[in-house]
């Protein structure tokens, strides 16, 4: 198989599931769309040598988590504003039910997100994380620990909407 043709058939076979891993690093269909663009870019630069590995998706994870973590070091502060993804072709969004749940997630600070994501989504280690993000092993628990606090505060807070009672 050609670099060409081995290239294109990864980004048809992965394209999907790395468009919702971006989804949920950066909170917003937009900002995903851009994460897996750029992450694909540099993958293709670098497919010769990638795809003799046995793991090119996690060269592409890693790079997007990356790019996701550089923007939010460029950017110190950011208000986060929550609009809903264009529904059309966009199956993998979260459904009307799940909204609250990422609306919230959206709303934690970007390095607090970004490791609640790769622990829970990409079910990775602390160790793997710090290695992903370029952080400490004690700063990923920490930022777990205040992102799941947040969460918890803000989910037991929000109003009851099915008329069921907590």
């Known amino acids: 198989m050609d670099d060409a043709s081995g290239f294109e ?8 599931a790395l468009l919702r891993y971006g ?41 997007m988590a990356r790019l996701h ?13 929550w609009t809903p993804p264009e529904r059309t072709g966009h199956a993998f969004f979260p459904s009307d039910e799940e909204q609250g749940l ?5 709303e934690l600070p970007r390095r607090q997100r970004a490791v609640l994501v790769l622990r829970y989504y990409e079910q990775l280690s602390d160790s793997e994380i710090a290695e992903v993000l370029g952080i400490s092993t004690g700063t990923v628990r920490s930022q777990a ?22």
């Open 102 to 106: 990422w609306r919230r997630l959206a």
């Open 23 to 63: 989804y949920l690093l950066a909170g917003n269909p937009h900002d995903a769309a851009d994460l897996v663009q750029e992450a694909l870019v540099r993958l293709r630069g670098a497919w010769p040598r990638v795809r003799r590995k046995d793991d090119p998706q996690g060269y592409v994870r890693t790079t």
């Open 145 to 166: 620990f205040r992102g799941l606090d947040k969460l918890r505060t803000a989910l037991s807070s929000a109003p009851v909407t099915d008329g069921s009672t907590r």
């Open 9 to 16: 058939g990864f980004v048809a076979e992965h394209g999907d």
């Open 69 to 81: 973590i550089s923007l939010w070091r460029r950017r110190r502060r950011e208000r986060l504003t």
